[in-house]
């Protein structure tokens, strides 16, 4: 895995030129038309869900819902007063990042004084865990989205999500942690960003060694996210192989040396556009090198489908635990998150790493 590294490591530099990325022109179907998209105002309806779903998919059918939300609201205007991200803790200290990266924002809660937390028992804390055990039981542990697209529920372990989130805290508040990523014009990307491995700039589309609002090198890719990643897609492709009958083929996911992961938290209104992923290289998304994404804390309502059009997207919910897959056929599907469940954090979890409430995401990529 390139990038490797402990947690906390930060990345030596080298010889990484910007490169100009060699796909569609910018605007037209990236996270900058999406940001237009938005500019443009409300459409009427919100995010619903069609879906072609395949016979193979086993999990529980997600309901169509209607939405408060006329459209992904992607990006917020500079004049935000309200800081992201910040718990209504008494003790907050006004805003916590900023495009230029100055203020280090802090996925956990530090201030134990100003955390209105009970300590629970251990009884009560592994009553939950067992609670939840039970639960993840009846859910299809993996479940085939569509070609190239594998759900594998709760897949992360307990020790490993607490592990992630600790390790996402310390990096994202040291050189080349959390920020908000803006684009010219002021406006912002509604969620805090950090890259690890290399830095991916949301506003150029480029990926380079050096962030170029500030010139911090990305954090090295812990080696155990790495670890976590080639299981996952083992256990992706043991369950395609099983059932490649019902699939009436036999799809593989590709092999991943994930060389940036691209870490995002969201707060509880804290969304995502459709958009796609597509500015990694020409032979990585040629050869659908798949897109390994992990969720932690609050569920997302994460949207996928062939177009920007929300009304056409299915949607699935991605809960603390899971792990996303996306590769082969659907390496360019369009993406997005349409809303953060509030409150659906496991308690155990919160408890254990003082997860601020919102969303903890991460994509592994190859560039
Ligand atoms: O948060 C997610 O699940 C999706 C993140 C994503 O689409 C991205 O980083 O490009």
Known sequence: MGGGGGCGETRTPAAFPPRKKDRLPRGSVSHERSLEHQKKGPSSSGPSVTSNKSPLQMGTPVQPQKSQDSHLNMVTSVQRSEPQGSRSSPCSSGVVGSVSGATPFDICIRDAKCSIKLNRSLLELNREKRRERELSKEL????????????????????????????????????????????????????????????????????????QFDGAHPPNIPEEFGKIVQDAIKASNEFLKQNARAAKAIEEVPPLSPDICIVNFYTSSGRLGLHQDKD?????????????????????????????????????DLESGDVLIFGGKSRKIFHGVSRIKPNTSPKWLTDETNLQPGRLNLTFRQY
């Open 280 to 316: 990694e290289t020409k032979p990585s998304i040629d050869k659908g090198l798949p897109v390994v994404s992990f969720s932690l804390g609050d569920t997302a309502e994460f949207l996928y489908g062939d177009g920007r059009d929300v009304d056409k997207a299915s949607k699935v």
């Open 140 to 211: 299809a542990p993996l479940q085939y989205l569509r070609p190239g697209m594998v759900l594998l529920k709760r897949f992360l372990k307990h020790d490993d999500q607490v592990n992630i989130i600790k390790c996402c805290q310390r990096l994202g508040v040291g050189p080349g942690g959390f920020y908000t990523p803006g684009y010219k014009d002021g406006a912002k990307l509604n969620l805090r960003m950090m890259c690890l491995g290399k830095d991916w700039d949301p506003n150029s589309s480029l990926y380079g060694d050096t962030r």
